[in-house]
């Protein structure tokens, strides 16, 4: 018998929805007090991503020490500086830095 061949788009939406349930299904944990589900569940997400080769959803935010999701108001702060957006983590205290310089120009 020979093995079933599938596609690698196939093998990449496969992921992509995967991805996104666990990344959903993780928000929802910080918001009922289950960090330790949480985090499980965004590392579950990237190795998925990294056996599948696709990325995180474009609206989801995770610490990328600690792995917890960082929903702004109840486990992080948001901090406008000069020309960066600075997101602490509450739990470990870990930084993400992202410019916005574009959005200064318009």
Known sequence: MSKRRISKSAVANIGEERISILTKLSEDAVVEGREDLAKRYV??????????????????????????????????????????????????????????????KK
């Open 43 to 104: 590392s579950l997400a990237g190795r998925i991503g990294k056996k599948t080769r696709t990325k995180m959803p474009a609206g989801f935010r995770y610490c990328k020490k600690c792995k917890l999701p960082l929903i702004p108001g109840t486990n992080c702060t948001v901090r406008l500086t000069g020309k960066k957006i600075v997101t602490r983590c509450g739990s470990c205290g870990g930084l993400k830095r992202m410019p916005y310089t574009k959005e200064r």
